[in-house]
């Protein structure tokens, strides 16, 4: 027997969670596929519970004699009391002859949320009464009963909610500042759903209200992935969509850089001392161990009150709110005398930075906990040594001097390349047509530095077996050390090989004129006879398929790393929108990515690669050369290629990083055609998760791992037309942003069980061996 709201919205009644024989009183939705909202403590070992109320308005939940759970009531004495189970999944007990509202509640369920906050619901705290509003996460999928990860209020002078993990601070969002929580500065009006935050000498609050009563949304812990995630249920599919979800990055985790560490998600390292500090344990810090935090680089001088001053610091969430000071009247200039002639201040702002700002807040002790945004946050005022001061405003000005030279120089530079090149021949002409490979080219013609071939030999031990590291379509690759002791990588072109003189110069003039973090960099050139040599920067961790596709070495690429790697997206918008020519890769997979020592990728091998001028964004090719498994189905097929087509491959690359399996070759051990059709099988599912590479569970961030499989969905839409551009594919993975859902995806899939087939002038190849491939270096 279970109890049903008025709407058939929600029912009462006793579960039990799957694999465990207990049952629990709970409330869930009635229509959909059971998702329970709310659990009363305590565990049922048989059928036998009972739940009553009783004369004086208790609930009471019994198995046998014995009582499991039971109810308090409020000083309210009840005539005649009812048990009523609301449309907005509210249990709540009151006199028969009062009215429904809150106030003539004697009881209700939403004042003890259990792991989910429904639409109404309060997260903080009764100032008057001393209840406590907490979300607390199960124990186990297995074990409703109260875990130890909770969301709660800390009433610190400046109060803010805090996703605690036992007696640890785990996840802070940051003080409300009059706008939003100062750690989620996108937390914007969106369609979905509309947030409140109050604080008066009673409450002090959070709560949510839905725009659209069809909708559905629910906030739920996950004690499992310690996360605590939107969900939309999206009615046609019948499953529950994830909208949002924290922690979103590893910037969000607590004092993950320590004090006066700031943690920027953007940056090459997470974690930056604050202007004027340095790194408490240097030797720590330089291995990626922040914990120590920064110290000073000048002590304060608090006996001179001129000694000491601030600086602003922008866009950032405030530091933690332990011990801080809060004057809601004065103004910041207040607030700035206030902090000066008070040696413990350490940091001031505005409490409420609503328009101009209002109000004062400043921190004691040391700062921790800070985050700098790229284009959001608030500003943070820091007390610094004079000298500092001074420093840093030298610095300032250096950089407005140096930044406008080198705005001069750049204006020079492009005029003198304008004229340059609108009278040389375009070298976007390229024929596609297949050259006499057999034409011997000059070294002039490479526009590279060119290094003898003694020297060459020298560096690698005479092409030595010993220091061979891998080998591509074109010839193997060897590891070399020059007399001065740079370590490079060579790829040697054999006599045979299919790459001429047209692909081998494409490939030296296009890296030649590439400079991008995310690009391999072309050091010089070696055309001697018929021996024709690259000479490349070396990449100690190899590429990316020797580590991901290896059940031993993929144990290396934890998730912060696997996202990381998936910042070649960086490279391929430089490739698309920001060199000097607008350039087609074509062969983007995941051998033509390498790591280096920090495991930061670099896009290598545009032997194939096409340049595009002015506003052409298209083109043609009887020669269709690439890689099956990466190539878009409009190239496969029809030989048309486009910015579209690196997006493709970008998708595909994208689902092999979460996953650790090819795309080709997938269907022998999961009986699927290929990588993208299990990917789009699982999201249509409402499962995507399952795809996730098991050696990366522990360190995933969940919001994270589903973003990218839900942009690696758009990018790989059967036309190409639907797929972003690779600007978009950066954002959307840099963002929170809401993100349209995915059409069909191309399902290009051609079982060759030969290395290298070629048929109506089209060479391809098997993800093992390309025509241009360029292996680990």
Known sequence: MTLVSQGETFE?????????????????????????VWVANGAINDSSGILTLNSTGSLVLRQHDKVVWYTTTSEKQARNPVAQLLDSG????????????EEAYLWQSFDHPSDTILPGMKLGRNIRTGMEWRMTAWKSPNDPSPGNFYWGLLPYNYPEFYLMKGTEKFVRIGPWNGLHFSGIPDQKPNSIYDFNYISNKDE???????????????????????????YVWMEDGQYWKLYKSLPKDNCDYYGICGVYGTCTITGPQICQCLSGFSPKSPQAWNSSDWSDG????????????????????????????????VDETISLE??????????????????????KGTGCVMWFGDLIDIRQFDNDGQDL?????????????????????VASIIVIILGVIFIGCYRFYTVRHSITEYSDTVHDENREGSEDDLDLPSLDLSTIVTATNNFSIKNKIGEGGFGPVYKGKTVSGQEIAVKRLSRSSGQGMTEFKNEVKLIAKLQHRNLVKLLGCCVQEQDRMLVYEYMPNRSLDWLIF?????KMLDWPKRFNISGIARGLLYLHHDSRLRIIHRDLKASNVLLDDQMNPKISDFGIARIFGGDQTEGNTKRVAGTYGYMSPEYAADGLFSMKSDVFSFGILLLEIISGKRNRGFYLENQYPNLVTHAWSLWQEGTAIEMVDSSIEDSCVL????????????????YAEDRPVMSAVVLMLGSESELAEPKEPGFYIKNDQVATTSTSGRTTSTNEITITLLEAR
């Not at 680089?297 to 000071?325: A, R």
């Not at 919001?703 to 059967?718: A, G, T, Y």
Request: glycine share 4%; aromatic share 8%.
């Open 550 to 554: 290896d059940d031993t070495k993929s």
């Open 334 to 355: 207040e607030c700035r005398e206030k902090c000066s002639n008070n040696c413990s201040c350490m940091a001031y702002t505005n409490s409420d930075i609503n328009g």
């Open 294 to 325: 920064c110290v000073r680089n000048k002590p304060l001088n608090c006996t001179e009150k001129h000694k000491d001053g601030f600086v602003k610091v922008k866009g950032v969430k405030v530091p933690d709110t332990t011990n801080t000071w």
């Open 381 to 401: 005022h820091i007390r610094m040594h004079a000298s500092e001061i001074g420093k840093q405003e030298g610095n300032k000005k250096v950089i407005i001097i």
């Open 90 to 101: 509210n249990l709540v007990v009151r006199d028969e002859s009062e009215t429904d509202s």
């Open 204 to 230: 002090m609050y959070y709560t949510f209200s839905l725009k659209n009563d069809a909708v559905i949304s629910r906030l739920v812990m996950n004690q499992t992935s310690y996360m605590t995630i939107r």
């Open 703 to 718: 919001s994270e791992v589903l973003r990218c499989i839900h942009v690696s969905l758009l990018c790989v839409q059967q």
């Open 12 to 36: 009462l009644g006793f579960f039990s969670p799957e694999n465990s024989k207990n049952r629990y009183l709970g409330i869930w939705y009635k229509n959909i596929t059971q998702t329970v």
